[in-house]
């Protein structure tokens, strides 16, 4: 059976890929398997020529790679260039980095040498939003691991992932080190998390199905990495530049069609300034036209399906029904043709409606008044989710002590660029482990402890 891929902007199909089944993953499997023994027993300087290989490849392959996110996912051309091959790129060096730091040499603890070794076949599970991203946040920290791997990208956008195994072969990665096996989550996902031979899962996508994982590998006892869905809250102090903190907040709560789990989605302002901050907030979000994503001048594109589009409709008229102020946008499509969202901002939302508690993987923005700096931390905290955050204040250090109040992995302060080396991954129901750098590196290891 054939896969079709559809181009959201248009609801064309545009290609077709085969569903893998359970005798694919088998069979997969039993490759990655048959493989680890000689893989895990590479020189560390061998995998780091392979990494820094495949980041190469990238960069020789932004425009395709570029092209073909837009095309399968709708992620505005710009945006992709400029930040869904960039980042991989640089998470790609940074675990070589890592590795020519001396990550594998041991560390002497008592009379005791500590080792880190490879866990075995690993199968990666990754989503359509960043795909190239999440794709090589697993692989290649998997690979220079020493481990093998088995890949199931999400079925929206498998074509990232065909170029992905083309790079990542050209890189000198040997036939079942790394596999590549299509399909759905429930077919082709549910078989490898189950499967009694991989020794470990690392799986991005919702909070739902990161909860159907960890069940499954439980039977096995697998590792298991999730990152999982987000809530995130952007605080603006008193003390802040209003202006450039909503324009800022707005920026990072439409990107990538406002598709992204780490979005600032909740917008917390003073009370006293909730009008002024909606008056900026829909001035901002009136830049944001919905359009062609392959258009370099376009800043936001459709949702990535029809089923996407009308969950994120659906929060939209929840939002108005619980009374929210619809200030902007709203859930009549901005385009006839297409998956397309209209960029929508909602002021005085409390913590008690179910857009300020569920996300809704869309371009929602809903702002929150506060009253004090302990309610703008409540506030921000009142989620299950804990991904992501930000803080605005004209004092640093009084940004950076609300930081370490909010409850989750990585906060920006005033506006702080995001490090594809640092560690990425959440509290709560936003997951468990880190991905980049040396803490993505230490999710596919074991730690050995050897006595003399």
Known sequence: MDIEVVNPATGAVIGTVVAGTPADVDAAVAAAVAAFPSWSATSVDERVGVVRRIAEGLVERTGELAATMTAEMGTPLTFATK???????GIANGIADVLEQGYFDGEEIGNSLVLREPIGAVAAITPWNFPLQQMVAKVVPALAAGNTVVLKPSELAPMTADLLASIVAAAGVPSGVFGLVHGTGPVVGEALVSHPDVDMVSFTGSTRAGRRVS?????TVKRVALELGGKSACVVLDDADLGRAVKIGVANAFMNNGQACSAWTRLLVPADRHDEALELAVAAASKYRSADPSDPATRIGPAVSAAQRDRVVGYIRKG??????????GPDAPLEQGFYVAPTVFGGVTTDMTIA???????????????GTDDAVRIANST??????????????RALAVAKRLRAGQVDVNGGAFNTSAPFGGYRQSGNGREFGRFGLDEFCEVKSIQR
């Open 384 to 397: 299950v989710y804990g991904l992501a955050g930000a803080v605005f204040s004209a004092d640093t250090d």
């Open 357 to 371: 508690q569920e996300e809704i993987f869309g371009p929602v923005l809903s702002i929150m008044p506060y009253t």
């Open 83 to 89: 930040v869904q091959v960039p980042n991989p790129v």
């Open 215 to 219: 069940a499954l590998a439980a039977e």
């Open 320 to 329: 108005v029904e619980e009374g929210a102020t619809l200030a902007h946008g």
